[in-house]
Antibody, heavy 117, light 112 residues
C-alpha cells in the first residue's frame, strides 16, 4: 500500500523558516514525480512545486520561486520542502503527493503550517 | 500554462446522479486531467485520470458509481446513485508535461 507521511509543520514567526519532510513507502519512490500542494484554511488546493524522479528538474509556481525549495533523497525515500521568509499567507495545510502518469495519484495526510507572531 | 474552471457548488438528491464539470482554458482542450475528492476534514483522494477521448482510469478502490467523460475542453465527473459520503469538494487538476500543475477552484457537492 502506498503511504506518504508528512512531518515538520508547526507554528513559526513571520520571516522564519521551516523544513517539511514527506516519507514514502509502499512503492518505488524513485519512479515517481513528487509534488507539494497546499490548502489555506477554507480555501482550495494550490499546486506549489514538483520534482522529477531523479531530482534533475524542479518547477515552482511563480509566487513561491526563490522562497521555497523542493528536494528529494531517493536513498531515504523522502521528499522535502524548505520554506524561507514565511508570511502569514503561507499558513496552510501542506500535502505531498506523487505519481508516475498522474502528478497526484497518491496523497499524504498533510501537515499544518501556521505563520503567526 | 493551462487553467481550469469549475462551478463553485452543486447539489443532488440521495440516490440520484450528478455530473460535475471542469473546463480547460482556451488552447488546452487536448489536456489530460485528474479528478480528486476531498471529504470534510480529510486529505484529498485521487479518483481518476481522464483523457480528451473520454477514456478514464480510476484509482484503487474508487467505486463503480464514479465515471468520467469528455467533450471538447470540458471534462466531466459523473456520480451515480449518490450516497451521503459523496458529499465533498471535488477538484480537477492538470499539468504541462508533468510540470507546473494547476487545480481548478473546486466544486462543493451537497447531497440532499
Amino acid at each position: 500500500e502506498v503511504q506518504l507521511v508528512e512531518s515538520g509543520g508547526g507554528l513559526v514567526q513571520p520571516g522564519g523558516s521551516l523544513r517539511l519532510s514527506c516519507s514514502a513507502s509502499g512503492f518505488t519512490f524513485s519512479d515517481y514525480w513528487m509534488t507539494w500542494v497546499r490548502q489555506a484554511p477554507g480555501k482550495g488546493l494550490e499546486w506549489i512545486t514538483n520534482i522529477k524522479q531523479d531530482g534533475s528538474e524542479k518547477y515552482y509556481v511563480d509566487s513561491m520561486k526563490g522562497r521555497f525549495t523542493i528536494s528529494r533523497d531517493n536513498a531515504k525515500n523522502s521528499l522535502y520542502l524548505q520554506m524561507n521568509s514565511l508570511r502569514a499567507d503561507d499558513t496552510a495545510v501542506y500535502y505531498c503527493a506523487g505519481g508516475d502518469d498522474v502528478l497526484s495519484a497518491h496523497w499524504g495526510q498533510g501537515t499544518m503550517v501556521t505563520v503567526s507572531s | 500554462q493551462p487553467g481550469l474552471t469549475q462551478s463553485s457548488s452543486a447539489s443532488a438528491s440521495l440516490g440520484s446522479s450528478v455530473t460535475l464539470t471542469c473546463t480547460l482554458s482556451s488552447g488546452h482542450s487536448d489536456y489530460v486531467i485528474a479528478w480528486h475528492q476531498q471529504q470534510p476534514g480529510k486529505a484529498p483522494r485521487y479518483l481518476m485520470k481522464l483523457e480528451p477521448s473520454g477514456r478514464y482510469n480510476k484509482g484503487s478502490g474508487v467505486p463503480d458509481r464514479f465515471s468520467g467523460s469528455s467533450s471538447g475542453a470540458d471534462r466531466y465527473l459523473t456520480i451515480s446513485n449518490l450516497q451521503s459520503e459523496d458529499e465533498a469538494d471535488y477538484y480537477c487538476e492538470t499539468w504541462d508535461s508533468y510540470t507546473h500543475g494547476v487545480f481548478g477552484g473546486g466544486t462543493k457537492l451537497t447531497v440532499l
